[in-house]
């Protein structure tokens, strides 16, 4: 369901008019769908397997929007594992691209720059692209935007603290 929103969202993306809100949508809902598949895939499919036996069925890959029940009803074709994560990394690579670097009053809640960056990082570990997962790593940490909290309780009883590069929302 939350990948369809996102295809529904940027299958109308003409209809925004402003350009920078345009773009900033098409970020976010690439950077939901991106993680959703990753999610899904390490979820429903055999491990990444460093040695290259990626051609397993993976889950399907959703990339367009389904507007009644007949079609969301269709079953789509597993993708392949390979498949599934390359286009995970292309929507978080789109991310990064659209995404602003901070995070300020009621956009607290969205995804960064550094966030999608952080998310790459773990799709290249889970993958075994080390270096990769260390370029990506580190550019969240040499941003400066991240500090480790004073302690450890605080990690569990504040919400979006210095150490938060991406939570989600719970009310109490």
């Known amino acids: 369901r939350?990948?369809?929103?996102?295809?529904?969202?940027?299958?109308?993306?003409?209809?925004?008019?402003?350009?920078?809100?345009?773009?900033?949508?098409?970020?976010?809902?690439?950077?939901?769908r991106g993680i959703l598949?990753?999610?899904?895939?390490?979820?429903?499919?055999?491990?990444?397997?460093?040695?290259?036996?990626?051609?397993?069925?993976?889950?399907?890959?959703?990339?367009t929007s389904v507007a009644n029940e007949e079609a969301a009803s269709a079953k789509l074709p597993r993708n392949t594992i390979s498949e599934?994560?390359?286009?995970?990394?292309?929507?978080?690579?789109?991310?990064?691209?659209?995404?602003?670097?901070?995070?300020?009053?009621?956009?607290?809640?969205r995804a960064t720059t550094y966030t999608a960056k952080a998310f790459l990082s773990r799709v290249y570990l889970q993958q075994g692209r080390y270096a990769d997962a260390l370029t990506m790593a580190d550019d969240v940490i040499k941003s400066n935007?991240?500090?480790?909290?004073?302690?450890?309780?605080?990690?569990?009883?504040n919400k979006f603290t210095n150490e938060t590069i991406f939570e989600l929302y719970n009310n109490d």
């Open 2 to 32: 939350a990948i369809n929103v996102a295809n529904n969202v940027l299958a109308n993306l003409n209809k925004v008019d402003d350009a920078a809100q345009r773009s900033r949508l098409e970020a976010d809902a690439k950077f939901l």
């Open 37 to 63: 598949h990753f999610e899904l895939v390490r979820l429903y499919a055999q491990p990444w397997d460093a040695d290259g036996a990626n051609d397993g069925p993976g889950v399907p890959i959703s990339l």
């Open 84 to 109: 599934v994560y390359a286009q995970v990394v292309q929507d978080l690579r789109d991310a990064e691209l659209g995404l602003p670097a901070t995070r300020s009053g009621a956009n607290r809640f």
């Open 145 to 157: 935007r991240y500090a480790l909290n004073a302690s450890i309780a605080s990690t569990f009883t």
